[in-house]
């Protein structure tokens, strides 16, 4: 695709609050430059004749709320580069990333190096640890990592030892800095791999009791009540009893979900499946839907891709025994479009709302526009088809790639940010 281009017609999506529009769009040199009449005037000023996309969407960047990069320097797998690579194929404008490291980001010098305020590509704001080494046991200089950049405070994929939990909120270093926590007790999720139900029993898969979810949110939603000046953020609620938990709870507290889980359950996956073996376990065709009906309700308000990369030996273990986890930020837009909008009833809009808007407010960070002069915009095409594979250049660096030859329907085929 070129540079430069008018589109005219095209879907536009100017921001959060705005409706879907069709109109005139000009982008010069990857930069959007013009709108309406305007766009139109430019481009007969530089000879462009337009490109005619009355399906396509142009729309402001997507935000992931929460991800895993443990080595961005030098890993095996995935690093800063070919993550912002596959985060902008597939529209991401923000990738904010968890704590956990080979060097874990708890230390203020450990998240030097890995911001980047260069608005031509993917920004990637960083969570600081809550805990020392992400191990529960002390807390990490809270105060220090929000002063040298970390946009708030998150552990690991479970729930902080509630002792600690409470004491750094009552410190407060963190203010009104958002707290991410997992709702979830490795304790008593033992060596469950998919959640307990008549599915997992027939799979002969290990169950992972529901309470290893319900208590520990149970236990996250009366300390936000105990403290109420602190933001606590649920990560990634996966079950149909949690969202009712949720719906119960005063005050409400912001949720995200990962998208895997809005789009397959355990009854549909192998053992040999890369998207068998994730963190939270699936659950249920049950739990599915309730997640969605969640998100359309607004009792969740973030899609999270929480991306985790694995390496090719990680992907020759067997499912108990590998790392759980998927990568793919490229795959997240096509499949919840096609399973959401084309096959639900969600509108564009309120897609745009979970996977950038509500994102950006869940990091309590300014949401994603198009704004004149910027390059952070995304073009999407709902009638291209495409196959998944480990060579197609908008793939992660990471082995863990879920469909592998399955034939996907619509595709970000341009965004403004560098790759």
């Not at 997507?62 to 597939?90: F, K, M, N, Q, W």
């Not at 869940?362 to 073009?379: H, N, T, Y």
Request: overall charge negative.
């Amino acid at each position: 695709m070129h540079d430069t281009l008018l589109l005219d017609p095209v879907r536009i999506l100017h921001g959060p609050g705005t409706e879907l529009q069709q109109g005139a769009a000009l982008i010069e040199s990857g930069v959007l430059s013009g709108f309406g009449d305007a766009a139109r005037t430019a481009a007969a000023r530089l000879g462009i004749q337009a490109t005619v996309a009355p399906q396509q969407l142009l729309a402001p960047c997507l935000v992931d709320p929460h991800t895993v990069l443990p080595s961005p320097i030098s890993g095996p797998t995935e690093t800063i580069r070919s993550l912002r690579r596959c985060a902008a194929a597939g529209g991401y404008g923000q990738v904010a990333l968890l704590p956990r490291g080979q060097s874990w980001r708890d230390q203020p010098e450990r998240l030097i190096g890995l911001q980047n305020a260069d608005p031509s590509s993917v920004h990637l704001p960083l969570w600081g640890g809550f805990s020392l080494n992400g191990k529960g046991d002390e807390l990490a200089p809270h105060g220090d990592l929000l002063e040298h950049g970390a946009i708030g405070l998150a552990d690991d994929d479970a729930v902080v030892p509630l002792p600690l939990l409470e004491r750094g909120l009552l410190l407060g270093e963190m203010g009104s800095c958002p707290v991410l926590i997992a709702p979830r007790d490795p304790n008593l999720q033992g060596d469950g791999l998919a959640r307990e139900g008549v599915e997992t029993l027939r799979a002969g898969w290990a169950p992972d009791p529901l309470i290893s979810e319900l208590l520990p949110l149970q236990q996250l939603l009366a300390l936000q009540q105990r403290h109420p000046d602190r933001q606590l953020r649920l990560m990634n609620i996966s079950t149909a009893a949690a969202v009712d938990l949720l719906g119960q709870a005063d005050p409400q507290l912001k949720a995200s979900v990962c998208w895997w889980h809005l789009l397959v359950d355990g009854s549909s996956l192998s053992s040999t499946d890369p998207g068998c073996r994730v963190r939270p376990s699936l659950g249920g065709a049950a739990d599915r839907l309730r997640l969605r009906s969640a998100l359309q309700s607004g009792l969740i308000q973030a899609v999270a891709v929480h991306a985790v990369p694995l390496d090719e030996e990680d992907m020759l273990l067997p499912a108990d025994q590998r790392p759980p986890g998927l990568s793919g930020h490229h795959l997240v837009m096509p499949a919840l479009w096609s399973a959401l909008v084309d096959q639900g009833d969600l509108s564009i809009e309120s897609l745009w709302e979970l996977l950038s808007f509500g994102p950006s407010a869940f990091l309590d960070q300014p949401a994603e526009s198009l704004l004149i002069g910027s390059r952070r915009w995304l073009l999407f095409d709902p009638e291209i088809s495409w196959t998944v594979s480990r060579d197609d250049p908008a793939a992660p660096g990471a082995a863990n790639l879920p469909w592998l030859g399955r034939t996907l329907q619509g595709r970000v085929v341009a965004c403004g940010l560098s790759r």
